[in-house]
């Protein structure tokens, strides 16, 4: 199966990250992908440059954005069709697990050091 559209993950990420939307999401577009980037920075939907930006909006806090936000995102998600997902942050794991599940094909991009950064994180 080729992928014809992609859709980009975050819960942490603003919609204008370097890498998830510079570098990810453009460059998919320059090859001829539909490209939807589904955050939670509370911007608003929109389009930017071709990309189809979704906005679940800001989380009140690190519980809700562990929390609500990512069922926010499944119900979104899923109803975006899309041939693939890539994901960009840990919390976003069980989301990827349920799309599977689906069918679907997933991908994580782990481009920090979770578990160091979990290591040495002011839980407080």
């Not at 936000?69 to 997902?85: G, I, T, V």
């Not at 349920?98 to 997933?106: D, M, N, S």
């Amino acid at each position: 199966m080729s992928v014809k559209s992609i859709v980009h993950i975050t819960s942490a990420h603003p919609h204008n990250d370097i890498r998830i939307y510079h570098k990810m999401c453009l460059s998919s577009k320059a090859r001829n992908y539909k490209v939807t980037l589904l955050v939670a920075d509370g911007k608003g939907d929109g389009e930017s440059r071709g990309i189809d930006v979704r906005d679940i909006g800001r989380p009140a806090g690190r519980i809700d954005r562990v929390i609500k936000s990512p069922k926010r995102m499944r119900k979104m998600a899923a109803s975006l069709e899309a041939d693939m997902y890539q994901l960009h942050d840990p919390e976003l794991i069980p989301l990827g697990r349920q799309l599977k599940r689906l069918g679907k094909k997933v991908i994580f991009d782990a481009h920090e050091d979770v578990p160091k950064q979990l290591q040495y994180r002011d839980w407080e």
